[in-house]
């Protein structure tokens, strides 16, 4: 049992830090008025993305092909040139 007394000290410290945290971020965020949220949601739900100037989200090169898995290693046979 002495052999654990080593860990005592990070336990405490552990412990602290968590105590710490905790007692920080008790006050949270903040509240957002109720207005301001309607608004902004409103606002969120009117934007068309069709209209949006942003680029549409795609990919450049082409996918490559799709390798058949066997679930045997097999080496790759040679193609004919």
């Known amino acids: 049992m002495e052999i ?12 602290l830090a968590m105590l710490w945290v905790a007692w920080l971020g008790r006050e949270g965020r903040g509240e957002v008025d109720r207005d301001v949220a309607v ?3 409103a606002g969120a739900l009117e934007h068309d993305p069709r209209r949006s100037r942003r680029p ?4 450049a090169a082409p996918q490559p092909e799709r390798d058949r898995s066997s679930g045997i290693a097999v080496r790759p046979s040679r193609r004919a040139s």
Do not use: D, E, H, I
């Open 39 to 41: 608004r902004r949601l």
């Open 4 to 15: 654990l007394l080593w860990l005592v000290p990070s336990v405490v410290v552990a412990v």
């Open 56 to 59: 549409v989200p795609g990919y």
